[in-house]
């Protein structure tokens, strides 16, 4: 079988309102991909930087794949979220990115953005905190039933990711 190993870090966070950030972040790729080591899934910390406009995570991620083919091709997913002084966490935004079917180092820029609601739900938002989340998590990255949300972008998730192919050539694999 061919092989993908992503070695890479999230770097951080930027353009979101407030500091003291932490990402959830996830790894799909379709049913003829078999991870070899490595984790699917993870959380950063929260960085609550006192004076920058970003957050940094340098957060590792190292995942080993098995395919059969390119079909399914792996695609990152994230979660952003604010924690505030008492310790209760809000949603800020969701993204996804394809991984790069190229081999070496890439930089990556992810977008998120977050569902809006009505505007009682907003004025809610305002004073309680919270807000609207999604009921199911794979929107994120199928684009079915994305098309029929209202959003509003919010920031971007900076990744440096590098990707080594191995055995493509081998068994007939172009990418």
Same mark, same amino acid.
């Given at each position: ?26 790894? /799909?790729?379709? $049913? ?8 699917? &899934? $993870?959380?950063?910390? @929260? ?16 995942? /080993? ?16 979220? /604010?924690?505030? !002084? ?10 996804? @990115?394809?991984?790069? !079917? ?40 199928? $684009? ?10 919010? $920031? ?17 694999? &172009?990418?």
């Amino acid at each position: 079988m061919a092989e993908v190993h992503v070695i890479g870090q999230i770097v951080g966070a930027s353009g979101f309102p407030d500091h003291s950030l932490f990402c959830k972040w996830g790894i /799909h790729s379709g $049913g003829g991909w078999k991870i070899l080591s490595g984790l699917r &899934e $993870g959380q950063t910390q @929260v960085d609550n930087p006192q004076s920058q406009d970003a957050a940094y995570f340098a957060h590792p991620i190292d995942v /080993h794949f098995a395919t059969k083919g390119i079909q399914g091709w792996p695609r990152m997913h994230f979660q952003v979220w /604010h924690q505030d !002084t008492f310790g209760r966490n809000e949603l800020y935004g969701y993204g996804f @990115v394809h991984l790069p !079917t190229s081999p070496g180092q890439h930089d990556i820029d992810c977008p998120t953005w977050r569902p809006t609601g009505t505007f009682m739900e907003s004025v809610s938002q305002f004073f309680l905190g919270g807000g609207p989340h999604l009921k199911n998590p794979d929107l994120i990255y199928s $684009g079915a039933d994305r098309y029929k949300l209202q959003t509003i972008a919010m $920031g971007k998730i900076h990744l440096r990711i590098g990707i080594i192919l191995r055995n493509f050539d081998k068994f007939g694999i &172009e990418c």
